[in-house]
């Protein structure tokens, strides 16, 4: 029966003092950097306080990050979730985006026939476009355009 409390009293004894050593400032909440200058030599950077045998130039206290909030990491979701729908939307208009069995006229944004005469009306439509816009084309556009025929091509 002794033993028991006496154990009982040891075991929250160290949980009391660790709850205080947790309340210390120390190294979970920041970390020093010592610029140490002595003649002669370069400067040295440490962890410790510099020796005696050269001052201290400057000290830096580096603190670790604080974890995000929820919010932040509902933020963060949402910018991702924006950026897969913008990433798809651009690929999509890129013609770049794989759609099983069926080729994706980039350009105009509707799907291409396919048989033998997608080449010849991909042709067509190209030439047809580029004669509307004349040199006021972007290399863009008329890099659709061919990527377009390509695939009709193929």
């Known amino acids: 029966m002794k033993d028991q409390i006496g154990s009982r009293s040891i075991a929250s004894a160290c949980a009391l003092a660790l709850l205080l050593l947790a ?21 040295s950077y440490q962890s410790q306080p510099c ?3 050269s001052r201290i130039a400057a000290i830096r206290e580096y603190r670790p990050e604080a974890p995000p909030t929820h919010e932040q990491l509902l933020e963060r979701r949402r910018r991702e979730a924006q950026g897969r729908q913008d990433s798809a939307y651009l690929s999509r208009i890129a013609g770049t985006d794989r759609q099983a069995g069926r080729q994706r006229d980039s350009a105009r ?44 091509c193929r």
């Open 51 to 53: 020796p005696s045998s």
């Open 109 to 152: 944004g509707h799907v291409l026939p396919t048989g033998g005469n997608a080449c010849e009306s991909a042709k067509r439509d190209r030439d047809a476009w580029e004669r509307r816009v004349g040199l006021s084309r972007s290399y863009d556009a008329l890099r659709a355009w061919n990527d377009t025929v390509h695939r009709a």
């Open 23 to 43: 309340q210390l400032p120390g190294s979970a909440r920041g970390q020093a950097v010592y610029k140490c200058v002595a003649k002669g030599r370069p400067p």
